[in-house]
């Protein structure tokens, strides 16, 4: 560990931890939503599997486009504001109960960094079997500022997102992501991952710089 990463160890590195510059202090949901909850995102994403990979007859993607509008409508009346919902809140739900998030579980939380372990689903294809391109940076930022957070710095903001795409990352496959803050300077925080396969091949890497936001910062 370098003696940048021990010196910023804990909350107390930045002033102004509680601040979070113009961003509310979210909570992470109580009870992750209730029994039903995580079963609920799940279905709904196995629904996303399957929508994206059938060519079912037309009387049956008829019934699933009206099952479809049913269940959304069984939804609608009980949206929450930003924050109080628990998809994106529940720390115990792999994508911590968010559809946006890939549904990875984290199992390293510290100063010293942050591990996710997971796979890419049918519905993160891009082509022959790899995952789509453009899905890695959401895995790559997502752990970015959970790192930033898991060191103790205030709220901040990605200003740039680097990633190397080194081989293929396949779907339906487990895969780990393992990441680290590397340096910290003033508002800066520089931290760096790696993506690998169950081998420790590298699939990609990436590089941040996390800004912390200033007073009034969205
Ligand atoms: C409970 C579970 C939790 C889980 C928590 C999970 C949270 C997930 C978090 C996800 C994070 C995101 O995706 S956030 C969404 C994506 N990012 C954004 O939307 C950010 C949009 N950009 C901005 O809002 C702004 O650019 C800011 C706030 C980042 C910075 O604006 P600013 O405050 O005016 O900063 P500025 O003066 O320009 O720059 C400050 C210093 O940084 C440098 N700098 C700024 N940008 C760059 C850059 N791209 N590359 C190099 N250097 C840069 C400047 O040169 C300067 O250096 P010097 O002259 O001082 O040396």
Do not use: C
Request: charged share 25%; no cysteine.
């Amino acid at each position: 560990m370098s003696e940048q990463v021990e010196r910023g160890r804990g909350r107390g590195d930045v002033d102004g931890y509680e601040k979070h510059g113009g961003f509310p202090v979210y909570r992470a949901a109580e009870d992750d939503g209730g029994p039903d909850f995580g079963r609920l995102i799940e279905a709904m994403r196995v629904l996303q599997d399957a929508a994206v990979s059938v060519s079912a007859p037309a009387d049956v993607v008829r019934q699933a486009a009206e099952q479809a509008e049913a269940l959304a409508a069984l939804l609608e009346p009980h949206r929450v504001p930003e924050g109080q919902q628990p998809g994106g809140r529940s720390m115990g739900l792999p994508g911590r109960g968010s559809l946006l998030m890939l549904p990875w579980t984290v199992d390293k939380f510290d100063a010293t960094g942050v591990r996710s372990t997971g796979v890419f689903r049918r519905f993160h294809m891009g082509g022959n079997g790899a995952a789509h391109g453009g899905t890695l940076p959401l895995l790559f930022d997502d752990l970015f500022g959970m790192i930033t957070h898991a060191y103790g710095r205030p709220i901040s903001r990605t200003a740039y997102l680097h990633v190397n795409y080194r081989k293929i990352t396949p779907i339906d496959t487990p895969l780990v992501i393992e990441g680290q803050v590397d340096r910290v300077d003033g508002r800066k925080t520089f931290i760096t991952a790696k993506l690998m396969d169950a081998e420790g091949t590298v699939l990609a890497d990436g590089e941040a710089l996390m800004l912390v936001l200033l007073p009034g910062q969205p």
